[in-house]
């Protein structure tokens, strides 16, 4: 069994955080080829962060600064921190390799105003 598996979503008030987990299994997964997306109702899946090869990070300006992403290649696990949490920031998350393309279920994350 190879897959993907989000956790860590919920209800959280503006301005609070969230950790999100996913937790890779089956084979290792390659933590510098892996990212995070989010996708709201009636809105296309988007990238809110990426990990990459040379150990670096890409964001959107609509998360720069408030979500960091980060791996434990040993664990298989990346993680997304998200701090001051907006109502606008309410969607599934879901965790990518973009290697294989594999996806996870993903999580939801509710932000109340």
């Known amino acids: 069994q190879v897959q993907l598996v989000e956790s860590g979503g919920g209800l959280v008030q503006a301005g609070g955080s969230l950790r999100l987990s996913c937790a890779a299994s089956?084979?290792?997964?390659?933590?510098?080829?892996m990212d995070w997306y989010r996708q709201a109702p009636g809105k296309e899946r988007e990238l809110v962060a990426q990990?990459?090869?040379?150990?670096?990070?890409n964001y959107p300006d609509s998360v720069k600064g408030r979500f960091t992403i980060s791996g434990d290649q040993a664990k298989n696990t990346m993680y997304l921190q998200m701090n001051r949490l907006k109502p606008e920031d309410t969607a599934v998350y879901y965790c990518?390799?973009?290697?294989?393309?594999?996806w996870g279920q993903g999580t939801q994350v509710t932000v109340s105003s």
């Open positions: 089956g084979r290792m997964f390659n933590i510098f080829l």
């Open positions: 990518h390799e973009r290697r294989d393309d594999y």
């Open positions: 990990l990459t090869p040379s150990g670096g990070t």
